[in-house]
């Protein structure tokens, strides 16, 4: 197993890398340290590595424009209805980026560079990226510490662990943002099945907020308990789905394991997820169109499946709520076979 470190341009007067694992199978994960993005996942092919996510052309794209590919963002992913938390007496007002709502924590820590330290192991190599986000960063309170770390190992599990303290009591509910598409470049998400293991979803609204609590699964469009192409959801005529062109919804983990499996049977290859997070908000890259920086990317291109406390219906925002003295944590791991 292996680590490269390879720079390749400046941002606000730091300095941007790429990051490579690399395990004894000839996979590697590529970080950068813009937005702690996972920028590649490559396995390897009878003539070379292929890519099976979402990635720009250039690793210097990625601070081009926001696009939130593979980065880690927060201080809370998904919308906060109006933009507002009010906390005992203290109301407290985010940016609204989305509508009415605030979207993705606003101008965010996925655009912000990372400091890092790398290190190789008996069993895996792994990334260490920290960020310190001060203190009324968009409206939020306290001063937080993150710390995201990447790991792969020869049974080729790639791992993401998040970790944070923050002094003040305030939001937060990252995720990670990778787009997986594992027939590889240039492929659609049509023909992969998805299966998780939740009973339920939550229905959203035009605005794609929750319109009420958690609702049963079995039988709906929304039933992944079985294997099921992407293609007949995403296609499909039920108005939630056309209105957003696609899938952005969250589903309610059981608790069984693995959370997902996305299969491919074109190519026989499987991703397997497993998180202690309480959902999964599934998006197929329904606004891609090809244009600006994403132009290589379009439409349905991938699949995102973001581990996350669910977005909340009404006001009350308490899973999201991260005390002094206590450490958030979550983690989530992709095993590949191929």
């Given at each position: ?13 730091q300095?941007?890398?790429?990051i ?5 199978n ?31 052309p ?8 926001r ?38 924590g ?37 001063n ?15 791992r ?60 709906t ?32 983990l059981?608790?069984?394991s ?26 197929t890259?329904n ?22 406390f ?19 944590s ?9």
């Amino acid at each position: 197993m292996d680590i490269e470190v390879k720079k390749y341009g400046q941002k606000d007067a730091q300095d941007l890398y790429e990051i490579s694992l690399s395990n004894d199978n000839g996979m590697k994960a590529t970080i950068l340290n813009y937005g702690a993005t996972l920028e590649k996942v490559e396995i390897p092919t009878q003539n070379n590595l292929e890519n099976i996510i979402m990635s720009l052309p250039h690793p210097s794209d990625y601070s081009k424009e926001r696009n939130f590919l593979g980065g880690i963002v927060g201080r809370v992913a998904g919308r906060i209805k109006n933009g507002v938390w009010t906390h005992g007496n203290i109301i407290n007002h985010f940016p609204k980026n989305d509508g009415e709502n605030s979207l993705h924590g606003g101008e965010s820590i996925d655009e912000r560079v990372w400091a890092f330290q790398p290190m190789i192991e008996k069993d895996k190599v792994r990334i260490t990226l920290t960020i310190f986000d001060p203190d009324g960063t968009n409206g939020y309170p306290g001063n937080l510490l993150i710390h995201v770390t990447y790991s792969l190992d020869n049974k080729n599990n790639l791992r993401c662990q998040i970790n944070a303290e923050c002094d003040q009591t305030t939001l937060f509910n990252p995720t990670n943002h990778t787009y997986f598409r594992l027939d590889g470049p240039d492929s659609k998400i049509d023909d992969l099945e998805l299966k998780l293991n939740a009973d339920y979803y939550v229905p959203v609204d035009d605005n794609t907020m929750p319109t009420c609590q958690m609702k049963p699964a079995a039988g709906t469009l929304w039933d992944f308990k079985k294997s099921r192409k992407l293609g007949e959801v995403i296609h499909s005529q039920e108005h939630e789905i056309t209105i957003r062109n696609g899938l952005d919804h969250p589903f309610i983990l059981n608790g069984r394991s693995p959370a997902a499996i996305l299969l491919s049977p074109t190519k026989h290859r499987r991703m397997i997820m497993t998180t202690d997070a309480q959902s999964l908000v599934i998006f197929t890259a329904n606004t891609f169109n090809h244009k600006g920086v994403s132009r290589n990317l379009g439409e349905h291109d991938g699949i995102t499946l973001e581990a996350q406390f669910s977005p909340q219906y009404g006001d009350d925002l308490t899973p999201f709520v991260l005390i002094p003295g206590h450490e958030f944590s979550r983690y989530m791991n992709w095993q590949f076979e191929y």
